[in-house]
């Protein structure tokens, strides 16, 4: 099956400090990827979706001005945590769909990020 | 909006047995997509099994199966001959068209040995 990259695995920072977590698509071309938001024993929360080549789109109450995302290419997808705070702390995931249809959609293996 | 409910927050049964883990959900779209995810501890997201509305037969994958009402909006997951590797959160979800995918609120199985 397809193989979604995602990198780091997991990431310390300070607070105050930028995180950027790369989501690749290995053996396929993603034209929309998703990203979540995931806390202890609970679900997925859609972040945003982003389509390559032009800007997010992102969920209600996800300020985009924090989760900056970035597209560029068929393979490659940025989260970009800006100023991160102790609240921003969590596990983040990416997915992405190929050009076969929406309805596949193939995880990362997520980030946990932990803000000190 | 759609919405996906999964009223069972833990489940636990011995290995071997067979477990049903119950999802329900609301729709007006007629054509959309059902699945079922599994996230064990190593937080991977897995597809366990992938149902498509339209089609009336069940799907199979080894050891999963779901049944699927259509006019219940209904789709639970069957596991028989449970294993130990089975012990993971599942995740329901729903995806109608270019829309996003929506989750249940998960279930947390446990098979005991």
């Known amino acids: 099956g397809a193989v979604v990259s995602q990198h780091p695995s997991w990431v310390i920072c300070k607070s105050g400090t930028s995180v950027k977590i790369e989501c690749r698509s290995l053996?396929?071309?993603?034209?929309?990827m998703f990203w979540y938001r995931q806390f202890p024993k609970q679900s997925l929360m859609l972040m945003a979706t982003?389509?390559?080549?032009?800007?997010?789109?992102?969920e209600q109450g996800v300020e985009k001005d924090k989760f900056l995302i970035n597209h560029a290419s068929l393979t490659l997808s940025t989260l970009t945590v800006t100023s991160a705070h102790p609240e921003d702390s969590s596990f983040y995931i990416c997915?992405?769909?190929?050009?076969?249809?929406?309805?596949?959609?193939?995880f990362g293996s997520g980030t946990q990020l932990s803000v000190l | 909006a759609q919405t996906v409910t999964q009223s069972q927050p833990e489940m636990s049964v011995q290995e071997a047995e067979t477990v049903t883990l119950s999802c329900t959900y609301d729709t007006s779209e007629n054509n959309y997509y059902l699945f079922w995810y599994k996230q064990p501890p190593s937080r991977q997201m897995i597809l366990v099994i992938r149902?498509?509305?339209?089609?009336?037969q069940n799907a199979t994958e080894n050891r999963f199966s779901v049944n699927f009402q259509k006019a219940a909006k209904s789709f639970s997951l069957k596991i028989s001959d449970s294993q130990l590797g089975d012990t993971a959160m599942y995740f329901c979800a729903f995806k109608a068209g270019a829309q996003k995918l929506v989750f249940g609120q998960g279930t947390r199985l446990t098979i005991n040995p």
């Open positions: 053996d396929f071309q993603a034209t929309t």
């Open positions: 982003s389509n390559e080549g032009s800007k997010a789109t992102y």
């Open positions: 997915s992405a769909s190929d050009l076969t249809g929406l309805e596949k959609l193939f």
């Open positions: 149902q498509e509305a339209y089609k009336q």
